[in-house]
């Protein structure tokens, strides 16, 4: 098929592949890349099978019967390192020796090799338990065996990995727990057993006419004959490691979940075979809900869809669809145990590959899953299907964004940006909405087809604050890639309309907190989500050259510009310092600016942030109480929790150890209600006077709290906070 895509590929990307190709790297990638280095393993079949023949016809030259072992091994490790490191362009150093090991599955296979090979020569040379000349045999046959077992371990160990960061997010059982552990735990003590009974076996039985050396006394044979140690050890680490790869494969095939995930399957399948689609519908449900990778997870989604699209669900049908395309923009490493059953027997391939067989039909269902399994695979005849269809309507914006959707998909990131900004141009051209832009934000577009049901907001700014919000998103973005639950809008560009900037960016349908809260529709769960993800974005986003935000000036600032009388805010100010000691020990984070207008639930009930401009340092408490400071809807018990959640979830996604005085946070986020309240009374004082009410009560209640719960210290502070107490009184009748 022909790229007809090609055409439209920008000037960035393209230099972008112009510059990877003039690399001397690139050169030699291009040299190396082709079917032999691609499929290692069937190339080093091949040569297992050619030097056999060899070794048969000519015995006399090759003496060593395990010289097609080492041949076709060597193939295999050679093509192996070509295809990750060149190929695939795997980096090679990572942090920790662990970390090494996981990532680096093929030299880890080769040093598992050369050990191998050198402690058995070393030490079986002597044993007398080995049949003469049978050594170099029995070396290559360690060899081979330690570097397979080897780089299984380390893949093996790597999705175990990325198993139980997948199991942390979900509620597990303790038999669960223990059913995880399991292969390793058992794995140690048959180590313990083999090396024993080869122990035992090569210094009591004799095998030939010669006898074993080793004397039964370990600590003795040790110190005497490190190397025939070293060889019982291995022998028995070969043993142990089949063993290991044998469990966790029977473990991933039997886990509860995998049997879970299969019990699903098979009964999703059943229902569809007797013509019960609600059945059918019900098991499918369940099965998205599982956890899976996301390749998975999108696969799930896709098969939900057209459970619906049969039942002529359209809205449920295009809504699954519109989440797994939604889903293409994560990187989450999370699998399951049946995710790792699937992967050891390539099943995820084989099965994607039949549906493809079945999806020649032109019918909307067909194409739809055509597209996705395309996307999955990284084929660019999902492209050049979509360029087609764009050709043909040179007009419909909706297939336009939709191109530069699949194209972003691809990795062409700046092309996908282009085509977008090309939709939101024929969009405000044919709606004549060019005047209508006046506000700081307005909704330009909304794509109301079935497959994308997204908003285009157009936010107005300068340059500068417009581009340092579309970095702060991507930054956010990154950290929200391992979590399918947690989202920021998708920046598509600055474009300029009438002489004023405007940052566009696309935004999934969805209410926003503060919406809920005014309608009463908002739960406590509402608030626990929207405390995770903050806790998430303050753990992980880099604070690094961001300076200090000073809330004093800020706050003496803001209440002189609305007219507040002098000695109010002289008050204030001097009252307010004071309280200053109560936020030295408090992390300083990001200012999310995190209030409840700033969240946004979309139509999957995940959770959106919105507004991520570039912000200074504030106490991590600032952010608590810019959730919970404007809108009296919980309890005091309630604040509490989710202000602990807030707390818990910072020190639960930190890198290093985070250690929360609870008391001390505590009395921080109290403080920080006042302060936030004052600082946000001159932006809600004259269009928000319902927030500006709950706020100054909020203040006030804080206070309050403070006096009964933390009694030491308002003593020492009584006279800054009843003055504060007053102030706040005053500031509701200005």
């Known amino acids: 098929m022909q790229t007809k895509f090609l055409e439209d590929i920008v000037r960035e990307d393209f230099e972008h592949e112009l510059a990877l190709s003039r690399r001397l790297g690139s050169k030699i990638k291009y040299f190396l890349d082709h079917p032999l280095s691609r499929h290692p393993i069937a190339t080093s079949s091949i040569a297992f099978l050619v030097a056999e023949y060899i070794r048969s016809r000519y015995p006399e030259i090759i003496p060593i019967a395990q010289i097609n072992l080492a041949s076709s ?63 170099e045999s029995l070396t290559v046959a360690h060899a081979v065996q330690a570097g397979i077992l080897t780089e299984a371990a380390s893949r093996g160990l790597n999705n175990l990995r990325k198993i139980r960061k997948g199991i942390r997010r979900v509620k597990s059982s303790i038999g669960g727990l223990i059913y995880n552990i399991a292969p390793a735990a058992i794995s140690s003590l048959a180590f313990l057993y083999y090396f024993y009974t080869t122990y035992l076996f090569r210094s009591q039985r004799r095998i030939t006419s010669y006898q074993g050396f080793l004397t039964g006394n370990l600590l003795e044979d040790i110190l005497s004959h490190p190397g025939a140690i070293a060889s019982t050890a291995a022998r028995a680490g070969v043993e142990t490691a089949v063993t290991f790869g044998s469990l966790l494969v029977i473990t991933s095939a039997l886990h509860p979940t995998t049997l879970k995930d299969y019990s699903y399957r098979a009964a999703r399948l059943y229902h569809s075979a007797i013509g019960n689609k609600r059945k059918a519908l019900h098991y499918q449900e369940k099965i998205v809900n599982l956890q899976n990778s996301i390749e998975k997870t999108i696969e799930d989604l896709v098969e939900l869809g057209n459970n619906y699209y049969e039942n002529e669900e359209r809205d449920n049908a295009f809504r699954c669809y519109r989440r797994a395309l939604r889903l293409f923009s994560k990187k989450s490493e999370h699998i399951s145990y049946a995710d790792f059953f699937r992967r050891t027997f390539i ?24 597209v996705f399994i395309n996307l999955l695979n990284k084929d660019v005849s999902a492209v050049d299907e979509m360029k087609s269809a764009v050709d043909n309507n040179p007009e419909d914006a909706n297939l336009v964004y939709m191109y530069g959707k699949v194209l972003d998909v691809l990795g062409y990131k700046h092309s996908g940006r282009a085509q977008k900004i090309r939709a939101v141009y024929k969009i405000l051209e044919n709606n004549n909405c060019l005047q209508d832009i006046l506000g700081n934000k307005h909704i330009v577009a909304r794509f109301d087809n079935d497959l994308l049901k997204e908003e285009v907001i157009a936010k107005h700014g300068n340059v500068k604050d417009l581009e340092g919000e579309i970095r702060t998103t991507e930054n956010i973005a990154e950290i929200t890639s391992d979590f399918e639950d947690r989202d920021v809008p998708v920046p598509v560009g600055v474009i300029k309309i009438q002489d004023k900037n405007y940052y566009i960016m696309e ?36 604070t690094e050259n961001i ?29 307010l310092a004071q309280l200053n000691d109560s936020l030295s020990n408090i992390k300083k984070v990001y200012n999310k600016d995190g209030h409840p207008g700033n969240w946004k639930f979309d139509e999957f009930g995940g959770v959106v942030a919105l507004d991520l401009e570039e912000g200074r340092l504030v106490p991590l408490t600032f952010d608590t109480a810019n959730l919970l400071n404007q809108y009296q809807c919980l309890d005091d018990n309630e604040l509490d929790r989710v202000a602990l959640k807030h707390f818990n979830s910072f020190a639960e996604y930190s890198d290093d150890h985070i250690d929360i005085n609870i008391s001390e946070y505590e009395l921080a986020f109290l403080n920080s209600i006042i302060i936030r309240t004052l600082e946000i009374y001159s932006q809600v004082k004259n269009n928000k006077r319902d927030v500006m009410v709950s706020s100054l009560n909020s203040a006030q209640k804080a206070i309050k709290r403070i006096e009964a719960k933390h009694q030491d210290y308002y003593h020492k502070k009584n006279c800054p906070y009843l003055i504060l107490y007053n102030a706040i009184e005053q500031l509701k009748t200005i």
């Open 73 to 135: 091994y060597g193939v295999y490790a050679v093509l192996g390192l070509i295809k990750e490191y060149v190929l695939e362009a795997r980096k090679f150093a990572t942090k920790g020796i662990y970390n090494w090991f996981l990532h680096n599955p093929k030299i880890a296979a080769l040093i598992g090799t050369t050990i191998a090979g050198l402690a058995t020569y070393y030490g079986e040379y002597e044993m007398a338990d080995v049949v003469p000349g049978g050594v």
């Open 507 to 542: 935004m999934v349908a969805g209410d926003l907190l503060a919406d809920r809260i005014r309608e009463g529709r908002a739960k406590v769960d509402d608030f626990y989500a929207v405390a995770d993800f903050m806790g998430l974005i303050h753990a992980r986003f880099d």
């Open 547 to 575: 300076a200090e935000r000073s809330y004093l000036d800020t706050i003496r600032e803001r209440l002189n510009s609305v007219d507040v009388p002098m000695h109010l805010v002289d008050a204030v100010y001097f009252n």
């Open 347 to 370: 099943l995820n391939k084989l099965i994607r590959s039949i549906k493809s067989l079945f999806c020649r039909k032109h019918d909307e269902v067909s194409i739809i899953n055509k």
